[in-house]
């Protein structure tokens, strides 16, 4: 979004993300939805990637002059035949407000990035969280230091310092050692250094790009010597902790998280929550086939994407008290298995916020929540209907790696916790000297290779 002066003579009054601007105008540009699947995934073609960045650069051209342009990115984009798409974006902005224009970026923590993109900005703010809390306030950060670049307030210089280590998103949960007190090193040099931003990428192994892994910046007011300082201290702490942030979390075999849940229901440690944390279509059944063979009872398992049960459930009409005998979910490739025949009662039919959902009783007290598209549940209290209440329930299972936490860990919901995914490695898992790379080559990474650092 540009951030231009008005007008001689004109004062205007902006809001920008809840701070109060003099003398600000707010230009927003085109830019792409949400996609409708409700998430990103997979690589973008690069046909797509320039219609619309072309579009947003043809609208910078036509702004005449900008004095700062704030791009609201994620960092683990991948885009066919563009190396560093958001290094890419950020030149091509670049070429069109000149060198006397500020340029800053928010990001995902699973960005993966390297110096290029601070070669063409001015800042850089990344969230530090897993769930990513603080994503709102690096939105102010941005809004804040791009103003007060502009007048004359902050001279902008980085430090960038690549991290040779790669981990599976799963392991980087922020709410515990040792990832907590690596955010934590971070905040201390910005709580004890005024004018001090530190960023920590934990990276994106999935993405299959060259500036994928953990990478840390420091930003400063005009203090090159202590951007370099402070970033190398975090990346230093990183790597002496690098066999710790390996083994932040347990991992089981879908099959024995199963019987553990089962375990634990029969210790009264319930609620329980089984988090297949590698599905990356939705309509993965392999939790579900294992609570049918181990009769588990009184689980909710949300979601099983199926789009075409879920059409041909609202086009015949059906509705709570129906009979449902239908195969459910699998196929969407191979790492989603095998469609499982669910035979039960629809509890509920609902069309919530544009999407259809279908849930379906079966077994011993089961339900099963069916939707269009992945849905990574990060809330219980999010879970109520279709035709059924979270107090039914003493098991939930669910699709997703660590934002689950908000809801059901830090919340203090769940008494029992337990990762999972499939025996086999599909894309998802932490297993990732498994997965073919072909842009990346893993053994140049701490576990997978004899690394030395810096």
């Not at 290094?87 to 995902?108: H, K, L, P, Y």
Request: charged share 25%; glycine share 10%.
């Amino acid at each position: 979004m540009p951030v231009r002066s008005p007008p001689e003579g004109l004062l205007i009054r902006i809001a920008v993300l809840n701070f109060v601007h003099e003398g600000v105008e707010l230009v927003g540009i085109e830019s792409p939805l949400w996609p409708r699947t409700g998430t990103g995934s997979g690589w973008i073609t690069r046909e797509a990637y320039e219609h619309f960045l072309g579009r947003m650069i043809a609208e910078l051209e036509r702004g005449g002059r900008w004095h700062g342009v704030y791009l609201a990115l994620h960092g683990a984009m991948g885009v066919r035949g563009v190396a560093r798409p958001e290094a890419d974006i950020a030149r091509r902005v670049r070429e069109i407000v000149g060198r006397d224009a500020f340029i800053a970026g928010t990001f995902d923590p699973h960005g993966n990035e390297d110096a290029e993109f601070l070669r063409q900005t001015d800042f850089a703010f990344c969230a530090k969280y897993f769930p990513h809390y603080d994503s709102r306030l690096q939105g102010e950060r941005a809004a804040r230091m791009l103003i007060r670049a502009i007048r004359g307030d902050y001279t902008p210089v980085s430090a960038t310092v690549k991290v040779p280590i790669l981990t599976a998103t799963v392991l980087q949960w922020t709410g515990a050692s040792p990832w907590m007190d690596l955010v934590q090193r971070a905040l201390v040099w910005e709580a004890r250094e005024p004018d001090l931003y530190m960023n920590v990428f934990f990276g994106f192994p999935f993405a299959n790009v060259p500036d994928v892994g953990m990478t840390v910046q420091a930003m400063t007011n005009g203090k090159p010597a202590l951007a370099r300082k402070a970033a190398d201290d975090v990346a230093t702490w990183a790597w002496r902790r690098r066999e710790a942030l390996l083994k932040t979390a347990t991992v089981h075999p879908i099959a024995e998280g199963v019987e553990l849940a089962k375990e634990a229901v029969a210790r009264d440690a319930w609620p329980a929550v089984l988090a297949d944390h590698s599905d990356r279509s939705g309509s993965a059944t392999w939790v579900l086939q294992q609570v049918i063979a181990q009769d588990l009872a009184d689980v909710l398992i949300a979601t099983i994407a199926d789009r075409t049960v879920v059409e041909a459930v609202v086009a015949k009409g059906l509705k709570a008290g129906d009979p449902f005998d239908t195969d459910v979910g699998g196929l969407a490739d191979e790492s989603a298995g095998q469609p499982v025949r669910i035979k039960g009662t629809i509890t509920g039919v609902a069309d919530i916020a544009g999407r259809h959902w279908v849930s379906v009783a079966f077994g011993r007290g089961n339900v099963v929540l069916i939707s269009e598209y992945l849905t990574q549940v990060m809330d219980p209290l999010g879970l109520t209907g279709p035709g059924f209440s979270i107090d039914q329930f003493k098991v939930f299972a669910i699709k997703s790696r660590v934002h689950f936490r908000r809801g059901f860990d830090d919340s203090g919901f769940a008494k029992t916790i337990l990762l999972v995914e499939p025996e086999q490695p599909f894309l998802g898992t932490v297993r990732l000297e498994a997965l073919p790379y072909r842009n990346v080559d893993i053994s140049k990474f701490y576990p997978y290779g004899d690394v030395s650092f810096p």
